[in-house]
């Protein structure tokens, strides 16, 4: 009976950490930007490693620490499903001429470049 009852408190406690570590992950993993900005793309430009940098007609004249001269999708921020769709939205309105939304950090989080990260695309 005891053994039982260990085993389940063990079973207990490593399901709470479980939980405590996954709640920890999420909340420092989560991407959060703070500003927006819309645009029509004007230069796309994408690299083999997986890296998009893109030109707004607005472009911003600076962002904080970041170079401002490109707006960068960072493949080792994002997922490759995530940096595929967004790269897909981006040439649907470069070749249609259309505006874009984008999210990013206008405090100066840059891409692995030095560009400005983008947390969004729409």
Do not use: W
Request: with cysteine; net charge neutral.
């Amino acid at each position: 009976m005891l053994k039982l009852m260990l085993r389940r408190r063990g079973a207990f406690l490593s399901a709470l950490m479980t939980a405590f570590v996954g709640i920890a992950v999420m909340s420092t993993a989560s991407a959060t930007y703070n500003s927006n900005i819309g645009g029509m793309p004007t230069s796309v430009i994408s690299y083999e490693a997986g890296t998009v940098l893109f030109i707004l007609d607005s472009q911003p004249a600076s962002n904080g620490a970041c170079n401002a001269g490109y707006f960068e999708i960072d493949p080792t921020n994002s997922s490759d499903a995530v940096v595929a769709r967004m790269y897909a939205r981006l040439l649907v309105a470069y070749t249609q001429q259309q505006g874009v939304q984008i999210g990013y950090d206008n405090t100066g989080a840059c891409g692995a470049l030095g560009f400005i990260h983008v947390y969004r695309v729409g």
